[in-house]
């Protein structure tokens, strides 16, 4: 979901899912929600206002945030990417 220029702009944040996190931020604040109807992405996301690929993503970050407390799953590594 993010695009960058050709420079490849690289994300501060290092944290192990913060590329979820950016790809479900932009999707949140594309969606015709936070667009048309003023909400913030949390309210949103509460109403189910969003595309499925928002949807998609939230699943998936919740999955990574899940897998770094999961001891089982720190020597597999992490979900996000």
Do not use: W
């Amino acid at each position: 979901m993010v695009t960058f220029g050709p420079d490849e702009v690289e994300l501060v944040d290092k944290s192990p899912c913060a590329g979820i996190r950016a790809d479900l931020k932009m999707c949140l604040l594309s969606s015709s929600c936070c667009k048309k109807e003023k909400k913030t992405p949390r309210e949103c996301l509460k109403d189910g206002l969003v595309p499925d690929e928002c949807l998609q993503l939230r699943q998936s970050f919740f999955e990574c945030k899940r897998s770094l407390l999961d001891n089982r799953r720190r020597f597999r590594g992490h979900k996000g990417y």
